[in-house]
T-cell receptor
């Protein structure tokens, strides 16, 4: 299995609080992604990174920001959590971008009350 | 309209059966295609890539039809361990990845 971890694995937070999720990889892959998975919607891309300090928005980026200061870490921040952001968040890594496949982390279950 | 559409199922099949899933995509400027498997409350894992000429991996066969814009996955001799959700993925240049919502398969003893 690819070396990719996410923390925390579970979190319950209140509406309006900031939340940061961390993705850490040991594969030295260039591309990193954050997805959310919701029933009826499948996996949707939030943000991605194509190198250190290089990030771009995905399909559902509103209310989220990201940072990548090191190759191995990609942080996802919910600036002010809302109940609509209750979801399962998956980080993924890829060596080749769209010509290659993803390796996914184990996921973070986030509940916003 | 969604970029990628899958029949959500569920598909309930007996052990040993052959089952096929289809996935259609809306944009002809696609780059790569994949099938992933996701077990309950787990992360998706790559099952197989899909190549233009079709490809096989043991009991699994994947096919691509660019003219009709769909990909398919055929599972022969279904095992209990094949029970999972199967996700199709279509990619486009510019780091665009689109996942289907998944097709649920349950293999019954």
């Amino acid at each position: 299995d690819a070396g990719i971890t996410q923390s925390p694995r579970h979190k319950v937070t209140e509406t309006g609080t900031p939340v940061t999720l961390r993705c850490h990889q040991t594969e030295n892959h260039r591309y990193m992604y954050w997805y959310r998975q919701d029933p009826g919607h499948g996996l949707r891309l939030i943000h991605y990174s194509y190198g250190v300090k290089d990030t771009d928005k995905g399909e559902v980026s509103d209310g989220y920001s990201v940072s990548r200061s090191k190759t191995e870490d990609f942080l996802l921040t919910l600036e002010s959590a809302t109940s609509s952001q209750t979801s399962v968040y998956f980080c993924a890594i890829s060596a080749f971008g769209t010509s290659g496949h993803h390796y996914f982390g184990p996921g973070t279950r986030l509940t916003v009350t | 309209r969604k970029e990628v559409e899958q029949d959500p199922g569920p598909f309930n099949v007996p052990e040993g059966a052959t089952v096929a899933f289809n996935c259609t995509y809306s944009n002809s400027a696609s780059q790569s295609f994949f099938w992933y498997r996701q077990d309950c409350r787990k992360e998706p894992k790559l099952l197989m890539s899909v190549y233009s000429s079709g490809n096989e991996d043991g009991r699994f066969t994947a096919q691509l039809n660019r003219a009709s814009q769909y990909i398919s996955l055929l599972i022969r001799d279904s095992k209990l361990s094949d029970s999972a959700t199967y996700l199709c993925v279509v990619t486009y240049t510019g780091n665009q990845f689109y996942f289907g919502t998944g097709t649920s398969l349950t293999v019954i003893p």
